[in-house]
């Protein structure tokens, strides 16, 4: 094999992994309409949850919802904060938590099956929070009205609700009456995965017609813990028209707003593992806000839409309007079932599959059924590495032929360096003429590098990303397959367990890297030696460099590397016994620079020839 196309190929696939996001970053929404932050359009549609202290309402305009905004106020314990209001609590196979008569609040949603740590006993995760506790986040919907005048429910609106306690198929239904002939009602309900369904109505008990505007909203407010890599987008994001937009932060910074107009799709935040995303009716146009206020512990980021066409709601009459709350884990499985079912626009890039997308879903799917069958990831993952390579194995095969030939050349081009001398041009050319008399095509043995180049990808996205690759065991010591091998040198292998210093990390090299260094290791020596001297001491280097690149990578990815490994070792051995090849030190030395041609002259000086 010509190991500058093998080095070339390594060199391209970091290069992807480091810069394909940086120098091919998404698309960023439409810029906000240029409009004074806190003040409203005339004649459009009021708003949900504009910050109240920045709102001059003039005469006539719509009301504003009264969303609080957050404050600096130190948190209590959570559970202080839920039982200051009333509450109906819910029980699914996957959620626990409760709704907040007090604003018709979604905001005490856990995970029942997911936990913070690997101890199945420790604290269940929190998605959305109640305001008091540590980083609220929550969902609300709601109206507002044309007439200032009318009241409409609120924050602090306390509802009645018709139980105490909801479950898949037993819905709970809340109602308001606001004094002045509209009764306003929710209609909540809860499956047995992650989906609320949230119907509200109005009935006009009164003698004039009103106009109302439907909305709904989540907020969040703090500062929220992110993974911090270039590769997973965490925050708002949303589908718009069929295009998925990620925003982030800085997006949201010093006022500006971020605004769209959609008929279909879905907006929400998103975490590594879970979300909230609100879903509107598909076949109805809403307007969709995304927005940061406030600084430090008080920064409130809030994403809302509203029906900007308003319903008319005659004497008599009853409005209804609906719309959807996923709040939990994004498991793929469920995620398409609800994209299917409810005929979500595209609801399947709630996960974010990457760049190659097309490639990485169907790895994951063929993932999930290998474990279905297995019961363990990582032996799927092994089995998985197996089909890849059966798969190659064509190509794979002519390219280790290719190499085996190259080996056996190894004597000929160390002949063929001393004769030249230090004439790179001249060597390179008598190269091409022994490739050619021989039949050897050196750039075939970077094919079977090349082509695990997506498939590197593929998996690392879906071990790093998917939830359903969290918390699983493998054998042994590993317990997480998406986490670093926890074993390292700098613990003396789980044996001497201490805090590591930020400074030492990098040298903090887990057991299963220090396999998958040595494999690769074991690999090289089968491979021909560059006859360039410089060139051979780097590929000496390499395994050392892979090992240091791979140690914080999922155990998982470290896994599927050294199995592949093992693997190319067995069938490259293979081959070079079948067609005489030397293997190893046979033929394999590291080459030594050649000597100028000795001229006769005090065994000094010298000449090209």
Known sequence: MDQKNFILAIVLSVLIIVGWQAAFPPAKPPPAPA??????????????????????????????????????????DRGQALSLVPRVSFTTPELLGSISLKGARIDDVRLAKHRLELDPKS??????????????????FGWSAADASIKTPGPDTMWAASRERIAPGEPVRLTWDNGQGLLFAIDLTVDQNFLFTV????????????????????????????????????????V??????????????????????????????????????????????????????GSGAATRYQIDYINPTGILVAPGATATSSGMLYAGAKIVRVIDDYRARFEI???????????????????????????????????SIMVLTVIVKALFFPLANKSYVAMSKMKMLQPEMEKLRERVGQDKQRMNQE????????????????????????????????????????????????????????????????????QIP?????????????????????????????????????????????????????????????????????????????????????????????APKDTGKSGKGGKKD
Request: aromatic letters at 14%; a neutral charge; one cysteine or more.
């Open 123 to 140: 604290q269940a995760i929190p998605v959305l929070s109640p305001e008091g506790a540590k980083d609220p986040y929550y969902a609300e």
């Open 35 to 76: 409009t004074t932050q806190g003040q409203t359009q005339p004649g459009a549609p009021p708003q949900p949850g504009a910050p109240q202290p920045t709102v001059q309402p003039t005469p006539g305009a719509p009301g504003v919802p009264g969303v609080g905004t957050g404050s600096a106020t130190a948190a209590v």
């Open 345 to 379: 626009q595209r609801f399947d890039l709630t996960i974010d599959w990457g760049w190659f997308w097309f490639f990485t879903k169907p790895l994951f799917w063929l993932l999930e059924w290998l474990y279905v069958q297995i019961g363990n990831f990582g032996l």
């Open 199 to 238: 119907k509200q109505s109005v009935e006009n008990r009164s003698d004039k017609p009103v106009t109302l505007f439907p909305w709904a909203l989540v907020v969040r407010i703090g500062e929220w813990k992110t993974e911090g890599f270039y590769i997973l987008h965490e925050g708002p994001y949303g």
């Open 431 to 498: 190269m091409m003429a022994l490739y050619k008399r021989e039949k050897v095509n050196p750039a075939a043995g970077c094919l079977p590098i090349l082509v695990q180049i997506p498939v590197f990808f593929a998996l690392y996205k879906v071990l790093y990303t998917t939830i359903e690759m969290r918390h699983q065991p493998f054998f042994g010591w590993i317990q997480d397959l998406s986490a670093p091998d926890p074993l390292t040198i700098l613990t003396l292998f789980g044996l001497v367990p201490w």
């Open 240 to 293: 718009f028209d069929g295009t998925l937009k990620e925003i982030s932060p800085s997006d949201l910074k010093g006022g500006k707003v971020q605004k769209a107009s959609t008929t279909g799709g879905w907006v929400g935040f998103t975490d590594k593992y879970w979300m909230a995303t609100l879903v509107p009716d598909q076949k109805t146009k809403v307007d969709v806000t995304i927005k940061q206020t």
């Open 502 to 594: 930020e400074i030492l990390a990098f040298f903090n090299i887990g057991l299963w890297p220090i396999i998958m260094g040595v494999t690769m290791y074991l690999q090289q020596m089968l491979n021909p030696q560059p006859t360039d001297p410089v060139q051979a001491r780097v590929f000496q280097f390499l395994p050392i460099l892979f090992t240091f690149m791979l140690a914080p990578f999922s155990a998982g990815l470290v896994i599927y590397w050294a199995w592949s490994n093992i693997l190319s070792i067995a069938q490259q051995y293979a081959i070079m016994r079948r067609h005489g090849a030397p293997i190893g030190g046979k033929g394999g030395a590291v080459p030594v620079p050649a």
